[in-house]
């Protein structure tokens, strides 16, 4: 798959800065600020169905425990109105003699044991106690005005009369049922049932149940927690205080209002309470928050309500809480390592590609040079091909002008020639004559030593005419040569120049192989030591000097002289073919060329140098064949 490279080119540093910073510095508190606003709503919705939930448990809960208190109190209810019908309760009420009150006191005393009523006890109109059950107690009732209760004062009109409040006389709580006693259609007295519901404050607290029962004045009087029974559920005004503090209902007990930190109404009923720790019990503790439902209780004017705590529901919202803000924590940060991951691929696939796509410039422009080169190679194959063919012209022109030098050389050479040639012939003539006579006269010995000396004549003629042989002959641009005996031949081919002077000659070169033909390097070595001899025609004491050293693969020559030397003019055309300073037929002019042009066709050099003490040097370079032996000649 091929994608457009400049969609994963990497953007301008300007452009690329700031999503880096948005990341670096904009992600983390958003990360966060979203950890706790989801883990606030994981805690929101778990409460929220928690206390719906709960709320409907609850109220399955206040129904049960509602009806408990109603039956408890229900079960009463009949008990005043049965002294109707008991004839004793009458006639006190009729005739109060202390007689009849004693049979109504026993009576009484009889039937409360037999309801588990707290007490049972028969009023006049006026208010006053004249007959009860606890007529045995010291703190009996008997003779006591309870007009001000409120109970009498309803029953005594025919209504019913319910009522809880404490007792003026003992000051214990009680729920008080008075019936109005009628005889033939008039009420003649009150019969008041005095009801203890504590057992059921016990049965609450057994249950583990946080239940209370509010009056109609909001007070609480019944209630699973000691602490908060004689509280007002809903605020009093003093007023109302005040004259409920006169009743007596509530003996007297200050009333003060259940006060709970918070209070918030969910629905009829349903309110959500906050109360401050209990500082005895739970001084450490948090603030305790309730459920509070509440329902009315049939036949009374009270209020049954239901407490459930709401501990456990919280604490189970804070961990839900705390669960969905993980969550999304670890969501987030396996989104962040996905796209990280996701970046790291992309920058990869990206490097690949930008990778392909150089290498395939890359090979585009090989390709390209690689063509370009084939025809700058083409090109130069021509021009290789130009140039051996001018080497080839410029060879063969040389080859040519090697070959006229030859000839000049011998030309120029052949009168010393002759002469050398002429002088043994002119000795031998004598001496072949002389040994005639001395072999007739006899004297054989003397004619033996003119015939060797004849020889060693004829062999030194040979050598001149071989030398000269291999002076003409065309040579060789490869082969090899001894620089010695090179050396060796070029004197002896110069050898009648060289005597009868008083040369003195210097070697100091070695044996070494060089890379030229034998007759070629005598050629320049004849044309070198040659020239130096010329130059030297004038010096008292001429000195010769031969060289050598190795530099890098070749060996150099160094032909030295204390000759005349050579003038700037003379330097500048050294080289050039037919310029010669010699007189006459002396010089032909073409001694250097050569030797230079057949040192250079074998990788060689020829140069000259002028020693500032006077005379000529001729450095000739040759490739050596081999390493050559530390031995000098
Ligand atoms: P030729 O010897 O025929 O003149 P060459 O080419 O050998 O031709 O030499 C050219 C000239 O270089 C000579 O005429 C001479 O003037 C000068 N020359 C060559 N060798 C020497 C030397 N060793 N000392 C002084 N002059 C020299």
């Known amino acids: 798959m091929k994608c457009d490279p400049t969609l994963n080119r990497a953007a301008q540093p300007s452009l690329a800065v700031k999503p880096r910073l948005i990341r670096h510095f904009f992600l983390p508190p958003l990360i966060i600020a979203l950890m706790i606003g989801l883990g606030y709503a994981g805690f929101w919705l778990s409460e929220h169905y928690g206390i719906r939930s709960l709320g409907e448990n609850g109220q399955r809960q206040l129904e049960l425990h509602a009806r408990a208190v109603e039956s408890e109190i229900s079960k ?7 002294l109707e019908l008991e004839r004793s309760v009458s006639t006190l009420l009729s005739d109060p003699t202390a007689e009849h009150r004693q049979a109504v006191n026993e009576y009484l005393e009889g039937l409360n044991r037999r309801s588990r009523s707290r007490a049972i006890y028969v009023m006049d109109t006026t208010g006053r106690v004249v007959a009860t059950s606890n007529w045995r107690d010291f703190d009996s009732y008997l003779g006591e005005d309870l007009s001000f209760r409120a109970y009498f004062q309803n029953a005594v009109r025919g209504q019913p009369g319910r009522f809880y409040g404490i007792g003026s006389t003992n000051g214990e709580p009680g729920y008080y049922l008075a019936h109005g006693l009628e005889e033939h259609g008039k009420i003649i007295g009150v019969a008041v049932v005095k009801v203890r519901l504590e057992a059921m404050e016990e049965r609450w607290q057994r249950a583990r149940l946080e239940a209370f029962v509010s009056d109609e004045n909001g007070i609480i009087i019944l209630s699973s927690d000691p602490s908060r029974r004689l509280k007002s559920v809903i605020p ?18 200050p009333l003060n209002e259940l006060q709970p930190l918070a209070r918030e109404t969910l629905s009829e009923g349903v309110e959500k309470l906050t109360f401050p720790a209990n500082s005895e019990l739970d001084s450490d503790e948090e603030n305790i928050r309730y459920l509070a439902q509440t329902r009315p209780l049939s036949d009374t004017p009270w209020n049954f309500t239901l407490l459930t705590p709401l501990q456990d529901l919280r604490r189970e919202a804070i961990n839900q809480g705390i669960l969905v803000a993980v969550a999304f924590a670890l969501v987030a940060f396996l989104l962040i390592a996905w796209n990280e991951r996701r970046k790291v691929i992309a920058t990869r696939l990206a490097a690949r590609e930008a990778l392909e796509e150089a290498n395939n410039q890359l090979e585009r422009r090989i390709t390209e040079r690689t063509s370009d080169l084939r025809a700058s190679n083409e090109r130069l194959k021509g021009q290789i091909r130009e140039r051996r063919q001018a080497e080839e012209t410029l060879r063969r022109a040389q080859d040519e002008l090697v070959q006229a030098g030859k000839l000049a050389a011998i030309g120029q050479m052949s009168t010393s020639i002759a002469h050398e040639l002429n002088q043994p012939l002119a000795a031998l003539r004598t001496l072949s004559g002389n040994t005639v006579r001395f072999l007739e006269r006899g004297q054989l010995d003397v004619a033996s030593t003119n015939l060797k000396t004849i020889n060693e004549l004829i062999d030194r003629m040979g050598r001149i005419t071989a030398s000269l042989r291999s002076f003409a002959r065309r040579g060789d641009d490869k082969g090899q040569a001894s620089l010695g005996k090179a050396v060796e031949a070029a004197l002896q081919l110069l050898g009648s120049r060289i005597e009868g002077t008083p040369l003195q000659l210097h070697r100091d070169f070695r044996d070494v192989q060089v890379q030229i033909d034998q007759t070629r390097l005598e050629q320049i070595l004849v044309n070198l030591i040659g020239n130096a001899i010329d130059a030297m025609q004038a010096q008292a004491q001429p000195e010769l000097w ?10 150099r020559l160094r032909v030295r002289d204390n000759g005349h030397g050579i003038d700037a003019e003379a330097r500048k055309h050294l080289f050039e073919p037919f310029f010669t300073t010699k007189p006459g037929e002396q010089g032909l002019g073409l001694g250097l060329t050569l030797s230079a042009s057949l040192a250079a066709a074998t990788g060689g050099h020829l140069g000259v140098e002028h020693p500032v003490s006077g005379g000529t040097t001729f450095v000739l370079s040759l490739p050596l064949v081999s390493t050559p032996s530390a031995e000098p000649i």
């Open 546 to 555: 031969l060289e050598g050293e190795v530099f890098e693969d070749k060996y």
């Open 76 to 82: 009463y209810t009949y008990l005043p109105s049965l």
């Open 236 to 253: 009093l005004s003093d007023e109302t205080k005040e004259k409920l503090a006169r009743s007596l209902q509530y003996y007297w007990f």
